[in-house]
């Protein structure tokens, strides 16, 4: 036996004297220059060191052993077939799509995503397609994220024209000004509202535990009338069944308007405060609703109201301007809130404790935003305001904002 293992190890080392003497590489004209990652040059040395062992007579256990390393018989047996060429040893192009992007490609990529083209779009428009996966990532490497589009009325040619003009002539008056404004609107809370399936996940390890979300057949909920301006906010109005213009004039307009002007509090609560230094000059805005355009409404404004702005003085389509949208969309925040309400009572109750709890600095910074407003619907030539970075730097504002 000590003979045999003798003449094992000796011809072992003849095989591996003849492998250096014989078996070289193969001279090939390369006219390609390689570059190679550090795990491909790994690859290619494990390649090559298996192909010498197996060369020296090694089985699949011993080169395992011998390399320290879990390899898979079918990596041991491909290197087997490997002949000394470097077109063999080279690593092979991969077949499926590439996951590593050159920096000529990235470019393209973010071209196509500021077109609003969608990942899948843009990784079938290149000349060598990418998985969806990978312009992901790409793009979250250019600090891209993804955002879900808002949901507005249509403008068309006349309405950028007619926003253009309106905010080019107040964008420049003082704050002054539009402190003076008594902003009106109204809304409508669903008693199923508020909800976003987007942002109420549960994570759970069975998806038959997941709750349902229950609606009702019939739309259930409140239509509600309110004001604000930089000081304070106008009573709400809770309206039932359908409203017109003879409604609206008996039961909204004397109310909201004509209560504010006697008031003389200073201080107290939101909804009960004095809303300007002169009670009875203020300039009344309200949207282009059909009810609110109607020849009887101009009238009474026209008759009552020291200052208004009628139908012909503002265009349509300013809802990105009115900072009473903003406060709407705080209050939908506020009321459809976990405990969420159960009924059009609880709804009710929701609404006006969240409304008198608005706070004079949350009115004044959306009232002073409006400028800013107007400056960014300039500066787009009438278009939509996406988003909005500026802040008002007056000291109120500032002073506000420290709080």
């Given at each position: 036996?000590?003979?045999?293992?003798?003449?094992?190890?000796?011809?072992?080392?003849?095989?591996?004297?003849?492998?250096?003497?014989?078996?070289?590489?193969?001279?090939?004209?390369?006219?390609?220059?390689?570059?190679?990652?550090?795990s491909?040059?790994?690859?290619?040395?494990?390649?090559?060191?298996?192909?010498?062992?197996?060369?020296?007579?090694?089985?699949?256990?011993?080169?395992?052993?011998?390399?320290?390393?879990?390899?898979?018989?079918?990596?041991?047996?491909?290197?087997?077939?490997?002949?000394?060429?470097?077109?063999?040893?080279?690593?092979?192009?991969?077949?499926?799509?590439?996951?590593?992007?050159?920096?000529?490609?990235?470019?393209?990529?973010c071209k196509?995503?500021?077109?609003?083209?969608?990942?899948?779009?843009?990784?079938?428009?290149?000349?060598?397609?990418?998985?969806?996966?990978?312009?992901?990532?790409?793009?979250?490497?250019?600090d891209r994220?993804?955002?879900?589009?808002?949901?507005?009325?249509?403008?068309?040619?006349?309405?950028?024209?007619?926003?253009?003009?309106?905010?080019?002539?107040?964008?420049?008056?003082?704050?002054?000004?539009f402190?003076?404004?008594?902003?009106?609107?109204?809304?409508?809370?669903?008693?199923?509202g508020?909800?976003?399936?987007?942002?109420?996940?549960?994570?759970?390890?069975?998806?038959?535990?997941?709750?349902?979300?229950?609606?009702?057949?019939?739309?259930?909920?409140?239509?509600?009338?309110?004001?604000?301006?930089?000081?304070?906010?106008?009573?709400?109005?809770?309206?039932?069944?359908?409203?017109?213009?003879?409604?609206?004039?008996?039961?909204?307009?004397?109310?909201?308007?004509?209560?504010?002007?006697?008031?003389?509090?200073?201080?107290?609560?939101i909804?009960?405060?004095?809303?300007?230094?002169?009670?009875?000059?203020?300039?009344?805005?309200?949207?282009?609703?059909?009810?609110?355009?109607?020849?009887?409404?101009?009238?009474?404004?026209?008759?009552?109201?020291?200052?208004?702005?009628?139908?012909?003085?503002?265009?349509?389509?300013?809802?990105?301007?009115?900072?009473?949208?903003?406060?709407?969309?705080?209050?939908?925040?506020?009321?459809?809130?976990?405990?969420?309400?159960?009924?059009?009572?609880?709804?009710?109750?929701?609404?006006?404790?969240?409304?008198?709890?608005?706070?004079q600095?949350?009115?004044?910074?959306?009232?002073?935003?409006?400028?800013?407003?107007?400056?960014?619907?300039?500066?787009?030539?009438?278009?939509?305001?996406?988003?909005?970075?500026?802040?008002?730097?007056?000291?109120?504002?500032?002073?506000?904002?420290?709080?």
């Amino acid at each position: 036996m000590a003979k045999k293992n003798k003449k094992m190890k000796v011809n072992l080392e003849k095989k591996t004297s003849a492998l250096h003497s014989t078996n070289e590489l193969k001279p090939e004209i390369v006219k390609k220059k390689f570059e190679l990652t550090e795990s491909e040059i790994e690859s290619i040395v494990k390649r090559v060191r298996i192909k010498q062992l197996l060369e020296c007579g090694y089985s699949y256990s011993q080169i395992s052993k011998t390399l320290d390393i879990d390899i898979s018989y079918t990596t041991i047996s491909n290197c087997k077939n490997m002949q000394w060429s470097v077109s063999s040893i080279l690593p092979k192009k991969s077949t499926g799509r590439p996951s590593i992007v050159s920096k000529e490609t990235q470019k393209k990529i973010c071209k196509m995503a500021d077109s609003f083209l969608q990942p899948k779009q843009i990784g079938l428009s290149l000349k060598t397609p990418l998985s969806k996966s990978t312009i992901r990532r790409q793009l979250l490497k250019d600090d891209r994220y993804p955002f879900v589009s808002k949901k507005t009325s249509k403008i068309d040619d006349c309405h950028y024209r007619d926003r253009y003009n309106f905010c080019n002539e107040w964008k420049d008056k003082p704050l002054q000004e539009f402190e003076k404004l008594l902003i009106t609107d109204s809304k409508i809370f669903l008693l199923d509202g508020g909800r976003n399936r987007q942002n109420k996940r549960y994570w759970l390890k069975d998806p038959e535990d997941v709750p349902n979300h229950e609606l009702l057949k019939k739309k259930v909920g409140l239509h509600v009338y309110g004001g604000m301006s930089a000081k304070g906010l106008t009573p709400l109005i809770f309206v039932e069944g359908t409203l017109n213009a003879e409604r609206y004039l008996n039961e909204v307009l004397p109310i909201m308007v004509l209560s504010i002007m006697n008031r003389r509090k200073k201080k107290g609560n939101i909804d009960e405060i004095m809303l300007f230094d002169d009670p009875k000059n203020f300039i009344f805005e309200q949207d282009h609703a059909s009810i609110h355009d109607s020849n009887i409404v101009q009238e009474w404004c026209g008759e009552n109201l020291k200052h208004f702005l009628n139908k012909k003085d503002t265009p349509a389509k300013l809802d990105d301007v009115w900072c009473i949208e903003r406060l709407w969309a705080i209050m939908t925040q506020n009321v459809y809130r976990d405990p969420r309400p159960k009924d059009l009572a609880q709804l009710k109750q929701r609404i006006e404790n969240e409304w008198s709890n608005i706070s004079q600095a949350t009115t004044l910074k959306l009232v002073h935003e409006m400028p800013l407003r107007m400056a960014e619907i300039v500066r787009k030539k009438g278009g939509r305001i996406v988003s909005l970075s500026a802040q008002c730097l007056c000291d109120r504002c500032c002073q506000a904002r420290q709080i």
